[in-house]
């Protein structure tokens, strides 16, 4: 018998999911014992991604708790938001570790979550219960869990951009403004008007403008860090363009500091976080250049005319906006090299 973790996917036929099968496939110390779809479950997952055929063998199963726990000893959880909030108490309940993609157990108030995702939120213990996976911020706490809440794809660019700057007191909270842009992948493979062809081709639109979910969840975390309330105008665009998010930050800076100083201050938080890249001045990052990987890398620009400083932060929504973190988060759940599975070169070009 083999003496892998075995690992099930919930949602296996988003993109999400199937990120989360491409990872774990080659991983060396995680075997998938299920993947699982509660609309396509009997059928073979290659039906839906020929990527997967003479790769992924069998059918997809169905949903059965009963069966996970005899099948499975950690569950990845990429589902539409609010059907997580049903399933992933009773994974808990039944002694599985849990790892959930959707954003039914990020923000800690019920009231805050009902507001923003339009659905009922989940039982309150279970939401206590979740530790939010910003791997490189809240490391030491998922050490420790056995439920995680992955964050969201566009404050995992957000926050690794802004939290060792508001951490360290350098920032003006109340003039924090984020611009970032998607790739249409993050929209899911579901179809819609805005994610049509003929309408995203050769364009660029802003979307949710003052409304999008995440939100909060950023609002949350940076005001975790900094102890005090901190509200943002936070923007999102959708470009014509598969993968890829680039959040650019604009913040008044609280005191005198040289964009050397930040960079050194950077360099110095994120030291020995493989997976984050800290560009050297002058320089600044494009999401070809961390695509199909679990890098985030972050760039600078302080204008001493305003007292402005510019953070310009990219990832892959699919890989550490979502499916690698996940995996990144597993690893440290496990005790593990944090990079195991993941330290492979982004694509390029």
């Given at each position: 018998?083999?003496?892998k973790?075995?690992a099930?996917?919930?949602?296996a ?20 014992t299920?993947v ?17 055929n003479?790769?992924m ?6 949903i059965?708790?009963e ?15 609010g ?11 039944a002694?599985?570790k849990?790892?959930d ?15 923003w995702?339009?659905?009922?939120p989940a ?9 939010y ?8 706490e ?10 969201g794809?566009f404050p995992?660019?957000t926050?690794?951009g ?8 350098w920032?003006d909270?109340s ?8 790739g ?7 179809l819609?008007?805005t994610?049509h ?19 909060p969840?950023i609002e ?6 900094a ?15 598969t993968?890829g998010?680039?959040?650019?930050m604009y913040?008044?800076?609280d005191?005198?500091?040289s ?24 320089k ?30 990219v ?5 550490k ?8 988060n ?20």
């Amino acid at each position: 018998m083999s003496n892998k973790l075995r690992a099930a996917i919930i949602g296996a036929t988003g993109y999400g999911g199937v990120e989360v099968i491409r990872l774990l496939l080659t991983h060396p110390n995680v075997e998938i014992t299920s993947v699982i779809s509660s609309s396509s479950a009997g059928t073979p997952i290659a039906d839906g991604y020929p990527h997967l055929n003479e790769i992924m063998i069998g059918n997809l199963d169905g949903i059965d708790v009963e069966q996970m726990k005899q099948k499975a000893d950690v569950v990845f959880l990429a589902t539409p938001h609010g059907v997580a909030a049903e399933l992933a108490p009773k994974l808990v309940d039944a002694g599985l570790k849990v790892i959930d993609i959707s954003g039914d157990f990020r923000l800690k108030s019920g009231e805050v979550y009902e507001k923003w995702y339009k659905h009922k939120p989940a039982d309150p213990a279970y939401v206590e219960k979740a530790v939010y996976g910003l791997s490189e911020v809240f490391d030491d706490e998922v050490r420790d869990a056995t439920f995680i809440s992955n964050p969201g794809c566009f404050p995992t660019a957000t926050l690794l951009g802004l939290v060792p700057l508001v951490k360290k007191g350098w920032a003006d909270l109340s003039s924090i403004i984020v611009d970032a842009k998607s790739g249409v992948s993050g929209a899911g493979r579901g179809l819609s008007l805005t994610s049509h062809y003929s309408e995203i081709n050769e364009n660029f639109l802003a979307y949710k403008v003052n409304k999008h979910q995440h939100t909060p969840e950023i609002e949350q975390v940076l005001s975790r860090v900094a102890g005090e309330e901190v509200v943002v105008t936070f923007t999102t665009h959708l470009v014509p363009m598969t993968r890829g998010i680039l959040s650019t930050m604009y913040v008044k800076l609280d005191g005198n500091h040289s964009e050397d100083e930040i960079i050194e201050m950077y360099r110095q938080y994120y030291e020995g976080r493989r997976f984050v890249r800290i560009r050297q001045k002058g320089k600044w990052p494009a999401t070809k250049e961390v695509w199909g990987s679990n890098y985030c890398d972050i760039g600078f620009s302080l204008d001493e005319r305003t007292g402005r400083l510019t953070i310009i932060s990219v990832i892959d929504n699919v890989v550490k906006g979502a499916a690698g973190q996940a995996v990144q988060n597993l690893n440290l759940m496990m005790g593990w090299e944090e990079s195991t599975g993941l330290a492979f070169t982004p694509v390029y070009p």
